[in-house]
């Protein structure tokens, strides 16, 4: 299983992106996906979380309204569109996918920064 993550970058403040994480390889039940963020000398932290049918979503307090998770099945890839972006904002952002019966899989990271 790979996830690959993309859509980071450079942004002014207010600003916004969308990232994307693709899934591709075996086929497995999931119970769960979510995008982390971690920044330089912090722990990783849960930005956003989505079920395995798309219906059930959670979101960081620091992201609530301005962060939006979604997640395409058809097309095996999960989004997180961000507006309103604040440079409290810059970190890495994973993909994870939780599987039901196994391990959880990471993707590599994509880097988001936001200027002032």
């Known amino acids: 299983v790979q996830l690959v993550e993309s859509g980071g970058g450079l942004v002014q403040a207010g600003g916004s992106l969308k990232l994307s994480c693709a899934a591709s390889g075996r086929t497995f039940p999931v119970k769960a996906m979510g995008w982390y963020r971690q920044a330089p000398g912090k722990q990783r932290e849960l930005v956003a979380a989505?079920?395995?049918?798309?219906?059930?979503?959670n979101y960081a307090d620091s992201v609530k309204g301005r962060f939006t998770i979604s997640r395409d099945n058809a097309k095996n890839t999960m989004y997180l569109q961000m507006n309103s972006l604040k440079p409290e904002d810059t970190a890495v952002y994973y993909c994870?996918?939780?599987?039901?019966?196994?391990?959880?899989?990471w993707g590599q990271g994509t880097q988001v920064t936001v200027s002032s």
């Open positions: 994870n996918v939780q599987s039901l019966f196994g391990p959880d899989y």
């Open positions: 989505i079920s395995s049918g798309g219906a059930g979503t």
